[in-house]
């Protein structure tokens, strides 16, 4: 047995499986439909959802998953690579098929047609990154252009389930240990990439899967990015927004240190972050639309005098949450999002300030009827190495 | 082979200027040209759209431009080329590090810019290649044949792939480093096993070296126990003989394997069959022919596993390129290709992996080679 899974954590998540897929035939009743397909790529990017992966509670190694769930009857779970079984049979939770890739829309057409659904009537959801063959595969597989179960997908996923709280949590707890591993470890004279190799296996030493990591080291940083040849100097101010993933879900922390000790000026220009984000936390209640919230964080930021700095291609967002399940919320001008209680999201005011170059503050977040509350042990500040 | 795409490649990510300085993908450019000219077209656009442009197929991009980015490239017949960015913000900045070309911001219009930069470069209408675009979502096509009404769009895709299907002396020197850094990892996660270390010990010694030696992106897969092999889950558990490890790292984008087992079984069922299919490389043989050799001398019952878990094909600024080296494939190698030779036999008593990567030449097979970064 090798899963990533205690004796505890299979019942939280046999439980959520079989809400979510509750909340599937719900919707399927009341829509009058059959069933759902939803559908997941390999592509594990937290800039795009995986539908398939949210209803099975697994993160496939092969390009293609799909879920059939029925309004009545049991759910199937087709996956690829055949020789990945072993990996889902350990935690199965449903009925599954293992298939080479080249067999996966046969396989699917197949397990579709023996149940037998009403034409018209099975929807699929099929995730972002759902590639074109496949997008285009459904209507001739089904008949006719499928009903889209998109936003029944991304509706559900965006309010976190017990087993999406214990996976979370596990990362935040994971991706603390790596900061502080981090601060640990880093000395002048190692060079970014070495910086970002060790804090790349330390995560997964701590149990993480994967990891999104954008990481910077400079006495003056444009912005976080891949590692480089750089050497690290004394008086460096390093950036770290570390997102590892557990199970397939991401959690995000940012934070800023100082290979030495931080001056005035940066602690001053920090705490101005991190003012604006305990603000933002504040103020994210549950109905309170995204557009408020950036306005409340950029408030003191621009009271500050750094207006012009609100904006790209000084910072991208005030926050976001990280797929598989939705992309829900974006914390940024021009998106609808309103919060709801059990969001999950990092909340960061990171952004360039002049005097001190670019600076990250982020907390991963819920959302409670009190505000948003940091899910860390220990809000970020600004650290001091050596 | 297959393995767990990582939402981020975030290793290494500097460019290597020694390695593949500007002049060598001016020299590319040249041979593009010369292959647009034979066509009859006036320009190429090469578009990187996939999986919203994060690095995943990012070879047509990679061979012209070096960056392994989304967003979209112009090569006039004459004048400079240019990448358009689709973002326009602050990763701009750290782009520009990493290519030769200029880039123009596409702040989310990457694509309505398309006209004008290709007219301010003499390219007003008329045939020009397209690369990258058969396989995008049809809402995304539209939008691009839309803010391209004005040309006529010529699928260059096949043309690009067969430039890049024969490696440039730079390119093998690019992959031999790549080797250098997956032989060194595989012989890290040995190394941990054999000093008692667990799989996990294995998998992850093999990731940190691949890492220290500067690979952007690290693919593990081991054997846990049983038959198949598995990604990083975090809280693999046990030690588990014999212990079967695979590595694929990228350096600059080119892609290099190796694989091992611990210990190495008195019958290798892999490495003899990963010999027998070295043998059958030469330029002009048929993939098909090549598995045949290797399945030949594989027992019966490992041939259903070999051949699940593929038995490799060409690799270069994809992990795979084209050809994929399977039975009956009437595809036929290309001399100057480089073919990444693998085989996986996960039951007992023939549990064993085995892999080479080799230039195909007129003749026969060349080793690759490795060879390890100076300091």
């Known amino acids: 047995m090798t899963a990533n899974l205690s004796a505890a954590e299979i019942p939280i998540r046999a439980r959520s499986v079989e809400r979510r897929q509750g909340v599937v035939r719900a919707w399927l009743a009341a829509n009058d439909l059959d069933a759902v397909v939803a559908y997941g790529s390999g592509l594990h990017a937290f800039t795009g959802t995986n539908p398939a992966w949210y209803l099975a509670a697994f993160k496939q190694i092969g390009p293609h998953a799909a879920v059939i769930v029925p309004q009545r009857g049991e759910p199937l779970l087709i996956m690829t690579p055949a020789w990945d079984a072993p990996r889902y049979r350990e935690r199965a939770t449903m009925e599954f098929l293992a298939v080479a890739s080249e067999e996966f829309l046969a396989t699917v057409a197949a397990e579709l047609k023996r149940r037998s659904f009403r034409g018209g009537k099975v929807a699929v959801a099929g995730g972002n990154l759902q590639p074109r063959a496949i997008a285009e595969a459904w209507p001739g597989m089904l008949g006719s252009t499928p009903p889209s179960a998109e936003k029944l997908i991304v509706d559900t996923s965006k309010i976190r389930d017990e087993w999406s709280l214990n996976c979370t949590r596990r990362g935040v707890a994971i991706a603390e240990r790596g900061y502080d591993n981090l601060l640990k470890t880093t000395t002048p004279g190692m060079r970014e990439y070495e910086l970002a190799a060790n804090l790349e296996t330390s995560m997964r030493e701590q149990g993480a899967e994967d990891n999104f990591q954008l990481m910077s080291a400079s006495q003056h940083n444009q912005a976080g990015h891949f590692p480089t040849d750089r050497v690290l100097e004394r008086g460096d101010l390093i950036l770290a927004e570390i997102t590892p993933a557990v199970e397939g879900e991401f959690i995000q922390i940012c934070r800023s240190c100082v290979l030495g000790t931080p001056t005035p000026l940066q602690y001053e220009k920090f705490a101005l972050l991190r003012g604006a984000l305990e603000a933002g936390m504040r103020a994210a209640k549950p109905g309170v639309s995204v557009t408020e919230i950036v306005n409340v964080i950029n408030g003191p930021i621009a009271a500050a005098g750094y207006e012009r700095y609100c904006k790209p291609p000084f910072m991208r967002t005030r926050g976001h949450s990280m797929g598989l399940g939705s992309m829900e919320p974006e914390i940024a001008p021009g998106y609808e999002h309103h919060m709801q209680e059990n969001m999950v999201f990092v909340m960061h005011p990171n952004q360039y300030i002049p005097e001190t170059g670019y600076l990250m503050c982020g907390e991963p977040v819920i959302i409670t009827p009190a505000g948003a509350v940091p899910l860390t042990s220990r809000m970020g500040e600004l650290g001091a190495i050596g | ?375």
Do not use: C
């Not at chain 2, 995008?136 to 004005?150: E, K, Q, S």
């Not at chain 2, 010694?205 to 990083?232: H, N, T």
């Not at chain 2, 027998?276 to 050799?293: I, L, P, S």
């Open chain 2, 1 to 375: 082979m297959i393995s767990m795409e990582p939402v981020l490649k975030r290793g290494y990510s500097s460019w290597d200027r020694a390695v593949l300085p500007d002049d060598e993908f001016a020299l590319r450019v040249d041979g593009v040209r010369h292959a647009l000219r034979e066509a009859r077209l006036r320009a190429l656009v090469v578009v990187n759209y996939s999986l919203l442009g994060v690095m995943v197929d990012y070879a047509d991009m990679a061979y012209l431009s070096g960056l392994q980015s989304g967003g979209a490239l112009l090569v006039p017949l004459e004048g400079e080329p240019a990448f358009v960015s689709f973002g326009g913000g602050r990763e701009l900045a750290f782009m520009r590090a990493l290519t030769w070309l200029p880039i123009v911001p596409g702040a989310g219009k990457a694509f309505e810019l398309l006209p004008s930069e290709l007219k301010a470069r003499g390219v007003a209408g008329g045939r020009i290649g397209v690369v990258g675009i058969s396989g995008l979502a049809p809402t995304v096509v539209a939008r691009i044949r839309d803010t391209l009404a004005g040309f006529e769009l010529v699928p260059f895709d096949a043309e690009l792939r067969a430039l890049r299907a024969v490696k440039r002396p730079r390119e093998l020197l690019a992959m031999q480093i790549t080797q250098g850094i997956v032989d060194a990892a595989v012989a890290a996660g040995v190394a941990a096993f054999a000093a008692g270390g667990d799989n996990r010990a294995a998998m992850l010694e093999a990731e940190r070296a691949a890492r220290a030696l500067k690979a952007r992106d690290v693919r593990v897969l081991a054997s846990m126990g049983g038959p198949e092999l598995r990604p990083w889950e975090g809280r693999l558990d046990g030690r588990h003989a014999p212990l079967r490890l695979w590595v694929a790292a990228q350096y600059q984008g080119y892609w290099a394997e190796a694989a091992a087992t611990e210990p190495l079984p008195r019958e290798n069922a892999a490495g003899k069959a990963v010999r027998a299919m070295r043998a059958a490389v030469r330029a002009g043989v048929t993939a098909g022919e090549v598995a045949a050799a290797g399945v030949a001398v594989l027992p019966s019952s490992a041939v259903d596993s070999a051949l699940s878990y593929g038995l490799g094909g060409t690799i270069g600024l994809a992990h795979a390129e084209g050809i994929a080296i399977v039975p009956r494939s009437t595809q036929r190698l290309v001399a100057g290709s480089v073919v990444a030779l693998r085989v996986h036999v996960g039951e007992a008593p023939h549990a064993s992996l085995a892999s080479t990567s080799v230039v195909v030449g007129p003749e026969g097979a060349a080793p690759l080679g490795a060879t390890r970064l100076a300091d």
